[in-house]
């Protein structure tokens, strides 16, 4: 983190963005003081960066854990917008919970945790043990498998309901195969992806976003998320 000092508000954001090269509009900062006198006027803001969100992050999950009384050690990795937290502790099951409903909970309210913190929101996903990567290989397996039976019987398959990660690593995995189309329905936690057959084998790029997760990349025009 970085303090600026000046003015006003305006002068202070105004240096920022000089020396780190950052838009104003992206900036990550606070108010840490401001004095006005009669004849003098001083404001400081404290500017932050990715790293600070990561140790709030991490401490935050830290203090959780220690108020249970688990053992943890954490390991971060930043790529593009996404904030990947490796969670390991000495009662790894009773954090992922039953089908990772306490993982995808604690997921929640770091992210809130880290959103009220620095007022912006950010991509941050929770793994525990391997969790996650080993559950979207699963799902993954399953939708193929699937959609494989989708394209032999021209029958629409719905899947198990699943996450919103879970649900985008299954349309992208999905994405490209011909007469194949997949679609989240449903709410909460509910809901989940209907794989259907489709006639039409054009395919185009568009953007769309599963919610709570993160703007999505490129995916097939007949997925809808």
């Not at 990561?54 to 220690?66: F, G, K, R």
């Not at 989240?184 to 489709?198: C, E, F, L, N, P």
Request: aromatic letters at 6%; glycine letters at 4%; one cysteine or more.
């Amino acid at each position: 983190m970085k303090k600026y000092t000046a003015k006003t508000l305006e002068d202070c954001l105004s240096l920022a963005t000089k020396e780190l090269g950052i838009p104003e509009n992206e900036l990550m900062y606070e108010v840490t003081e401001e004095k006005r006198t009669l004849f003098t006027k001083k404001t400081v803001i404290t500017v932050h960066e990715v790293i600070d969100v990561v140790d709030y992050a991490e401490s935050y999950l830290t203090d959780i854990c220690h108020a249970l009384g688990f053992e943890v050690s954490l390991k971060s990795f930043v790529k593009d917008d996404l904030i990947k937290i490796l969670v390991e502790t000495n009662h790894n099951s009773i954090l992922i919970g039953k089908n990772g409903s306490t993982l995808s909970s604690l997921n929640d309210l770091t992210k809130l945790a880290v959103s009220a913190k620095f007022k912006k929101r950010f991509r941050i996903l929770l793994d525990i043990g391997d969790y996650k990567d080993k559950k979207y290989s699963r799902v993954i397996f399953a939708a193929k498998k699937a959609a494989k039976d989708v394209l032999k019987n021209h029958i629409e398959i719905k899947l198990e309901p699943m996450t919103p990660d879970e649900r985008k690593k299954v349309h992208n995995a999905l994405t490209g195969w011909k007469n194949i189309s997949t679609e989240s329905i449903g709410d909460g936690k509910d809901r989940a992806i209907t794989i259907k057959y489709v006639n039409n084998t054009q395919s185009f790029k568009s953007k769309s976003k599963e919610e709570n997760i993160v703007e999505s990349e490129s995916i097939d025009s007949t997925t809808t998320l």
